[in-house]
C-alpha cells in the first residue's frame, strides 16, 4: 500500500497570506496525485490532480501544486488566501495500474481575517 | 443524478445494531467505492465494485462488513452488530469512463455507535 504523509496537521493563516500544504508519498513506480478539499459536513471535492505531464497543476480558485518526482513531493500552495477557502485538505495518490487511493491524514487549514 | 447520493445522512446506532448506509451512484457510472473515514484521518478504502461485481473486498475491516451492489447502480454496505469503533464516516464515491482520475465522492454518511 501507498503511504501518504501531509507533515502538517493544522495551519492557521492569515486572510491575503500565502499558504503552502506539504504532501510526501512513498513509490517508486508512476503515480498519479491528487489533492480534495473537504469543506465543514460537506464530502470530498477534487481541487487538482497530477496525471502527467507539466509538473506544475493548477486549480481554477487559485491553488496550485507542483509534481517533484525525486522527492516524491506534491506540496499545495496559494499565494492569497481567503476566509472561504478554510476547510481540510488531502492529498491522495493512486498507483498507475491500480484503482485504491491512499490517503494522508489531512491538513486543517484556518483562515483569520 | 448530478452527483453521488448518500443516505442517511447520520446516523445513530446502539451498539449491536445492525445498520445499512446507501449509496446512490451517478447515473451510468461502472465503478463504485466505499471509504471510510475515522475522525481525524484521512479516507481508507473499503471495497471496490464494478457494475454489480465485487472486484476487492480487501478493506473491509471484519465479516460484520458486507457491501452488494445487485443491479449495478445503487449500492449498500452493511454493518452487523456494530461496535463502537465502526463509529466513523462512510464515503462512497463513483467513476465512469475516465476511470479511477475520474473518482466523485457523495458527502458521506456519519455513523456514530453509542
Known amino acids: 500500500a501507498q503511504s501518504v504523509t501531509q507533515l502538517d496537521s493544522q495551519v492557521p493563516v492569515f486572510e491575503e497570506a500565502p499558504v503552502e500544504l506539504r504532501c510526501n508519498y512513498s513509490s517508486s513506480v508512476s503515480v498519479y496525485l491528487f489533492w480534495y478539499v473537504q469543506y465543514p459536513n460537506q464530502g470530498l471535492q477534487l481541487l487538482l490532480k497530477?496525471?502527467?505531464?507539466?509538473?506544475l497543476v493548477e486549480s481554477i480558485n487559485g491553488f496550485e501544486a507542483e509534481f517533484n518526482k525525486s522527492q516524491t513531493s506534491f506540496h499545495l500552495r496559494k499565494p492569497s488566501v481567503h476566509i472561504s477557502d478554510t476547510a481540510e485538505y488531502f492529498c491522495a495518490v493512486i498507483v498507475s495500474n491500480d484503482y485504491k487511493l491512499s490517503f494522508g491524514a489531512g491538513t486543517t487549514v484556518t483562515v483569520r481575517a | 443524478g448530478a452527483g453521488v447520493s448518500q443516505s442517511p445522512r447520520y446516523k445513530v446506532a446502539k451498539r449491536g445494531q445492525d445498520v445499512a448506509l446507501r449509496c446512490d451512484p451517478i447515473?451510468?457510472?461502472?465503478?463504485l467505492f466505499w471509504y471510510q473515514q475515522a475522525l481525524g484521518q484521512g479516507p481508507e478504502f473499503l471495497t471496490y465494485?464494478?457494475?454489480?461485481?465485487?472486484?476487492?473486498k480487501s478493506g473491509l475491516p471484519s465479516d460484520r462488513f458486507f457491501a452488494e451492489r445487485p443491479e449495478g447502480s445503487v449500492s449498500t454496505l452493511k454493518i452487523q452488530r456494530t461496535q463502537q469503533e465502526d463509529s466513523a464516516v462512510y464515503l462512497c464515491a463513483s467513476s465512469g469512463p475516465a476511470g479511477v482520475v475520474g473518482y466523485t465522492f457523495g458527502s458521506g454518511t456519519r455513523l456514530t455507535v453509542v
Open positions: 497530477y496525471l502527467s505531464g507539466s509538473t
Open positions: 447515473s451510468g457510472h461502472v465503478s
Open positions: 465494485f464494478q457494475n454489480e461485481a465485487q472486484l476487492d
